[in-house]
Structure formats: C-alpha cells, structure tokens
C-alpha cells in the first residue's frame, strides 16, 4: 500500500450477496473497487452480528487490491493477531471499544497491518488528537455503527477539523456510512479521501449484473472529479 490522497471508493460487502462473496469481490474490483471493506460486528459493541477470522480469511484470496477491515467489536486487542493471520492490509478499531487506544493501534502495527481509528458520530476529533502518529487512516462514521444502509449524518465539519490535525501526516481520512453521489462531494471536499459505499454500489446488481456495480463506483467518483 503505497500513500496518496486520491479518492478511493471502498464498497462494503455487507451488502453483497452473502452467499456468493468470492464472485461479489472479484466482481467489484474487476468494476473499478480500489479497497473492498470488511465490517465485524460482534452483536455487543454494535446491534449486529457479522463476520469472524475465518470469514476473513476466506475473502483474503479473492481481494487484490487493499482489505480494509473495520472492527466494530469491544475488546479488540485479544483478535488483533487472528485477524493478521486472516490477511488484513488494514485493521481499524473504534476509540470508544476500549479504554487503551494508544495501546490498540501500537499493536495494531505490530502485528504488521496499517493501523485504522474509527470515531462514531457522537465522537470528537480531538478523541484522536494524541494518537495521530500511530494512525495510518480515521474513519469517520457517518452513521451510527451496526447495519447498512442508513442515512447520512453530516460530519463534514469533523472531516475538515481533522484534515488540519493530520496535516502532511500519510493518514487517509475514510468515511464510512451513507456515501451516495450526493453526499460523496461534500466530505471529499472537506478532505476525506476513502469512501466506503455499500448499498449505494451493489444496488441493482449482482455477479451476473456486475456491469451495474461499475456505474455505481463511477457515479461515486465522478460526482468528487470536479473536488480533486
């Protein structure tokens, strides 16, 4: 993984078929996908139960381009090494899981994955104001972590407050959560530069479809053209 502040769409699997998620990964990056996103839930940090290591593990093979797995579990730190050995290139834990953050991400590192720190809508920017250093992306919820297909919560003011906390740190800002055409310009103006998108790039299609998955990443990306 080589830094640049390019936008890069993340479609979320989550809502690809659960059935077919090797043809659905294959699928979305032969369409233009730059990271695939993998959401864990563990039905106690957030409402909703969905994929462990072995999941992981199973997509690994099909991913060619970045994993990017979110963790929306607490605690993080005993899985850390389970979800390395499963192949993540990216693993981001939420500052509100557990009390050691600082702790989380060196970990995180440690175990040779570029280290992520989520902050859910409620969440300041200055939560991660001291932990910059060890972070190699912030993702900013745009919805209120659990399940897919929300409404977009505008925090685009955090966005901005963070782009000039990072300064010319490599740390991508992600934003996660309600990402359409739409919305996509404006958190990509405030300096956001990873959009995950779920349902907003597997709407209509399928692997059979998967032409249509290319015009949702392309009307993502083409609505922040004009931005970057």
Same mark, same amino acid.
């Given at each position: 993984?080589?830094?640049?502040?390019?936008?890069?769409?993340?479609?979320?699997?989550?809502?690809?078929?659960?059935?077919?998620?090797?043809?659905?990964?294959?699928?979305?990056?032969?369409?233009?996908?730059?990271?695939?996103?993998?959401?864990?839930?563990?039905?106690?940090?957030?409402?909703?139960?969905?994929?462990?290591?072995?999941?992981?593990?199973?997509?690994?093979?099909?991913?060619?381009?970045?994993?990017?797995?979110?963790?929306?579990?607490?605690?993080?730190?005993?899985?850390?090494?389970?979800?390395?050995?499963?192949?993540?290139?990216?693993?981001?834990?939420?500052? %509100?899981?557990?009390?050691?953050?600082?702790?989380?991400?060196?970990?995180?590192?440690?175990?040779?994955?570029?280290?992520?720190?989520?902050?859910?809508?409620?969440?300041?920017? %200055?939560?991660?104001?001291?932990?910059?250093?060890?972070?190699?992306?912030?993702?900013?919820?745009?919805?209120?972590?659990?399940?897919?297909?929300?409404?977009?919560?505008?925090?685009?003011?955090?966005?901005?407050?963070?782009?000039?906390?990072?300064?010319?740190?490599?740390?991508?800002?992600?934003?996660?959560?309600?990402?359409?055409?739409?919305?996509?310009?404006?958190?990509? %103006?405030?300096?956001?530069?990873?959009?995950?998108?779920?349902?907003?790039?597997?709407?209509?299609?399928?692997?059979?479809?998967?032409?249509?998955?290319?015009?949702?990443?392309?009307?993502?990306?083409?609505?922040?053209?004009?931005?970057?």
């Amino acid at each position: 993984m080589t830094f640049d502040r390019r936008v890069k769409i993340a479609p979320s699997i989550l809502s690809a078929d659960f059935a077919d998620f090797g043809r659905e990964i294959q699928a979305i990056e032969a369409q233009g996908a730059d990271w695939v996103h993998v959401d864990v839930m563990d039905g106690h940090f957030v409402p909703n139960l969905t994929f462990g290591p072995p999941a992981v593990k199973a997509f690994r093979p099909h991913v060619k381009t970045v994993m990017d797995v979110h963790l929306m579990i607490s605690p993080v730190d005993p899985y850390i090494q389970a979800y390395a050995d499963a192949g993540a290139d990216v693993l981001t834990a939420h500052v %509100e899981a557990g009390p050691h953050i600082h702790r989380t991400l060196q970990a995180i590192r440690g175990a040779g994955m570029k280290a992520g720190v989520a902050l859910n809508p409620g969440t300041p920017a %200055e939560a991660v104001a001291h932990v910059l250093d060890l972070c190699d992306l912030v993702c900013v919820m745009t919805v209120n972590p659990g399940f897919g297909g929300q409404s977009f919560i505008d925090m685009t003011a955090k966005v901005r407050q963070l782009r000039s906390m990072i300064g010319d740190r490599p740390v991508h800002i992600e934003i996660d959560g309600g990402v359409t055409p739409e919305t996509a310009p404006k958190v990509v %103006e405030a300096g956001a530069d990873v959009l995950v998108a779920g349902s907003a790039v597997f709407k209509g299609g399928s692997v059979s479809k998967p032409e249509v998955y290319g015009e949702n990443i392309r009307a993502i990306r083409l609505s922040c053209d004009t931005l970057v």
